[in-house]
């Protein structure tokens, strides 16, 4: 699984990566990456950061979320 955070250079993004971190210590095969460009921004059309895309898929954007809800967004993204 694949985890990318945007515009973790916030405060709210820092929030986030922390905790998709907590979650990556719990899970086996989790990838994380940090794209903090405004290119990267633009790419993956997020109008709010932090966003947080799981296998390529925008999963949250502008909001800190809850290592509860991390992992049930990548249950739902896997089974999908």
Known sequence: ????IIGSNCS??????KM???FADDSDNVDIKILDS???IVNYHIKNIP???IN?????EGKVLTVREI???ANEVSLS
Do not use: C, F, P
């Not at 699984?1 to 990318?4: E, F, Q, R």
């Not at 709210?12 to 990566?17: E, I, R, V, Y």
């Not at 390529?56 to 949250?60: F, H, I, K, N, R």
């Open 20 to 22: 998709v971190n907590k």
């Open 12 to 17: 709210n993004g820092m929030k986030l990566k």
């Open 56 to 60: 390529d898929q925008l999963v949250s």
């Open 38 to 40: 405004e290119k990267d």
């Open 1 to 4: 699984m694949v985890i990318k």
């Open 71 to 73: 992992s049930r967004l």
């Open 51 to 53: 966003g947080l895309l």
